[in-house]
């Protein structure tokens, strides 16, 4: 398997801008996480989904952010209108869960999204 | 929610020393806690983890300890090589997973 794919692998855009990151997923997990990395406030986890439904954004900064996850293959966080101060390293995650959604196992990370907003 | 401290932020050892990553969390639901590598440019990657129902887990020059009475656990480095240095987190899952502020490690040669 190739691993979490994510893309664009750099991004740099203006103030306003709105800003697509996307994932694949490893094949055959079920669950997938967005994560934000800052020297200030290191990895906050922003939001996870579980078969496809999104479970807790309580981590999503604001309204400005949205994450989908269309199929069990795909997922896209958006960031519209973006800021300065939205630039960081997003990460996604998967790991398969087993019934009942028992705790989270292994995560799986991509290389994960430069984005700078200037 | 879980919140996971980590302490030292960095750490410098000689190689050859051992090094010591401390961590909290808040959550006694959460049963599950990994450590992670992070190096230049690359998303972090699992090294080792623990589940709730053990207290201590081994490989090679690597050990991790949980006290779930204290509701903390660490890790531990053995023989340090250059290679060890990077950045280590540790985290704390239940349905999610929050990871600490993470710690720089740099062996000196």
């Known amino acids: 398997d190739a691993g979490v794919i994510q893309s664009p692998r750099h991004e740099v855009t203006e103030m306003g801008q709105e800003v697509t990151l996307r994932c694949k997923p490893i094949?055959?997990?079920?669950?997938l996480f967005w994560y934000r990395q800052t020297m200030m406030r290191g990895l906050e986890l922003l939001i996870y989904?579980?078969?496809?439904?999104?479970?807790?954004d309580s981590g999503m900064p604001e309204d400005r952010f949205s994450a989908k996850m269309p199929n069990a293959s795909f997922s896209t966080l958006k960031i519209q209108p973006s800021e300065p101060r939205d630039s960081a390293v997003y990460f996604c995650?998967?790991?398969?869960?087993?019934?009942?959604?028992?705790?989270?196992?292994?995560?799986?990370f991509g290389e994960g999204s430069r984005l700078t907003v200037l | 929610g879980e919140n996971v401290e980590q302490h030292p932020s960095t750490l410098s050892v000689q190689e050859g020393d051992s090094a010591v990553i401390k961590c909290t969390y808040s959550?006694?639901?959460?049963?599950?806690f990994p450590w992670y590598k992070q190096e230049l440019g690359k998303g972090p990657q699992l090294i080792i983890d623990?589940?709730?129902?053990?207290g201590e887990k081994k490989d090679q020059r690597i050990a991790v300890t949980l006290n779930k009475t204290a509701k903390h656990f660490s890790l531990h480095i053995t023989e340090t090589q250059p290679e060890d240095s990077a950045v280590y987190f540790c985290?704390?899952?239940?349905?999610?997973?929050?990871f600490g502020a993470g710690t720089r490690l740099t062996v000196k040669p």
């Open positions: 985290a704390a899952s239940g349905d999610d997973m929050r």
């Open positions: 989904f579980n078969n496809n439904v999104p479970i807790d």
């Open positions: 623990i589940r709730s129902n053990v």
């Open positions: 959550d006694s639901a959460s049963n599950y």
């Open positions: 094949s055959g997990h079920n669950s």
């Open positions: 995650a998967s790991s398969f869960k087993g019934l009942a959604f028992a705790n989270t196992g292994e995560l799986f």
